[in-house]
C-alpha cells in the first residue's frame, strides 16, 4: 500500500511490504521464487537493467563458468531444468545468462523485479518492527523481512593508481564489461591482472590485439580447464538424475559431485599411485586435482607434492622460456587462492606480440596518459583492461547505509572483519538475511548448491515467523562470537590463510586480514542448519 512512511523524507511516499530482497541474480531470483510461494509480498531491487547478477556485469572475453555446467544450475525444480539443454562441460556467460532469463520467464519473477535500481540504505525501526529501504531512484519501502542477495563477487575494484583518469584510451573493467562488447582489433592492449577474469580474457584478447601487454603482480595455478561440447545422452541422463545429484552435492564438502574426495592422506600413498592419481585429475580438469587426496589443504608438506606437479604441468605448456618461470607460482600452495582453470592461456605467452611485465621485480609507478609506466618504462596502450578482481564477499553489502538496532552500522560492527552467525545473519540486525554471506562456505562451493541451501533455510525461517506471528529473528551475540571462532579456528586448520588472497580481503587496501569463508565443507555445514532449525532456531532470538 501507499503510504507516508514512518522515517520516510519529506513528501516521499512509502509502499509497504513483506519482503524486499536485493540483486537479481542466482540468489535473488530463487528466494524471490520461495516467498512467492508462502504468499508473501515481495519487491526485488537489482541494479542492472536485467537478471543475472555476477552473469550480467561480467561479459568479459572468454568469461566462463568453473563449475560444470551440469551442476551449475538450479536444482529445486523438475520441470524447470527439463526445459533447458546445455551446449558445454563449462558454459560461456552468454549461455548462462541465457539460462537465467529463461528460469526468470518460466517463474514469471520479473513482475517484482525493479531494475535500474540500487539500494542506498537498509534502517530498521525499533518501534514498529519494519525496515526502511531506501534506494537512488527515490524508492521509499517498508518491510519486514530485508534480504541481501548482493552476492560474493559483485563489487568491482580498480586500484587507485596515480593518474588513473589522465589516460587517454579506453579503460574497462572486467568486472564490468560493455554489454555491445569491444573490439580490440590492431588496437595495443594492456591487461594488469591474471586472476580467473585475467587469466580468461588473455588468451581471447591475444587473438584479437596487434599487440597485448599482460602487467603480473601474482602468479597463479592454473589447470586446463579441457571444456567441451557436451553430448546429447550427457544432457538428457543429467535431466533424470538432477534432482538426486542435487541432494548428493549438499552431502559433499565442495557442493560437487563430478569427482570423488579421496581422503586418503599424501604418505598412505605409494609414490607412483599418488602421481597417477594427480595425473588422472589433472587430466580431468577442473577442481578434481583438490581432491586428490585427503591432506592436500592441510599440511605443507602433502601439498608440495600437488603444488610441485601443478608447476611442472605448467611449465611443459611454455617454449619461451624467458617468461616461463615468471608464471609459475612460488609463494602460495596451490588452492589456497582461486584454482584458475584455463583454455590455452599459458600457450598465449609463447606469441610474439604478448609480453608479460612481472610486477613482482617492479610495480606500477602510475598510468599515464598513453599507457602504463612501470620501472620507469611507459608501456604505450590504446587501451587498458583491469582484471583486478572485486571487494569480494563483503563489498557489495557494505556500499549500502545499514543500520540495525539504536542505529548501529553494520560498516563500523564489521570494521575488523565481518561478524555473523552461519553467515546468515548479525546480532543487532533483526529479519536481515545475507545470501552466502560471510561464514558460509560460499565461494569455496559450488555456488548454486550453497545458494539454495541458504535460500531454503531462509524460506524456512519465514514460514515460522509469519505462521507463528513472531515478529522478528535475530542472531544472539553469544551464537555469533561462538561461531566467528568457530569459522577462524577452521581456516587456521588449512593452509589458506597462508595466501594473500582475495578470501582474505588482501587486494583491498585496509580491508582486515580475515579469512571470510567457512572451510567445513557444504555437508557439515548444511547439518549445523537443520540442527539449528529442529531445535527451533537455536542461537537466535525470537522476538514476541
Known sequence: MAAQGEGAPANAQSEQIDAVIVGAGFAGMYMLHRLRELGLSVRVFEA?????????????PGARCDVESLEYQYGFSDEVQR???????????PEILQY??????????????RFETRVTSAKYNERNGLWAVETDKGDFVSTRFCIMATGCLSAARVPDFDGLDDFEGERYHTGGWPHEGVDFSGKRVAVIGTGSSGIQSIPVIAAEAEHLTVFQRTANFTLPAGNRPLTREEVERSKETLLED???????????????????LAEEMAPDALQKELETRWDQGGFAFLGAYGDLMATQEANHLAAEFARAKMRASVKNKDVTEKLLPFDHPVGVKRLCLDTDYLETFDKPHVDLVDLRENSIER????????????????????????????????SIDIRGRDGA???????????????????????LFFITGPGSPSVL????????????WIAGCVKRLTEGNIRSIEATREAEDEWVAHVNELASETLYPQANSWYMGANIPGKPRVFMPYTGGVNVYGEKLDAVAAADYEGFQLGA
Open 409 to 431: 552500522e553494520l560498516r563500523e560492527k564489521w570494521a575488523a572483519g565481518p561478524r555473523t552467525y552461519l553467515g546468515l545473519g548479525s546480532a543487532g540486525f533483526p529479519n
Open 445 to 456: 562451493s559450488n555456488m548454486i548448491v550453497s545458494i539454495e541451501q541458504h535460500v531454503d
Open 367 to 398: 598510468i599515464s596518459k598513453k599507457g602504463v609506466v612501470c620501472g620507469g618504462k611507459e608501456y604505450e596502450a590504446d587501451a587498458i583492461v583491469f582484471a583486478t578482481g572485486f571487494d569480494a564477499m563483503t563489498g557489495a553489502l557494505l
Open 100 to 113: 537465467q532469463n529463461y528460469v526468470a520467464d518460466k517463474l514469471d519473477l520479473k513482475r517484482d523485479i
Open 246 to 264: 542435487r541432494r548428493h552435492a549438499r552431502e559433499t564438502p565442495g557442493g560437487i559431485i563430478c569427482f570423488e574426495y579421496n581422503e586418503t
Open 48 to 60: 542492472g537493467d536485467g537478471v543475472g547478477g555476477t552473469w550480467y556485469w561480467n561479459r568479459y
Open 83 to 93: 526445459g533447458w539443454n546445455w551446449s558445454e562441460r563449462y558454459a560461456a556467460q
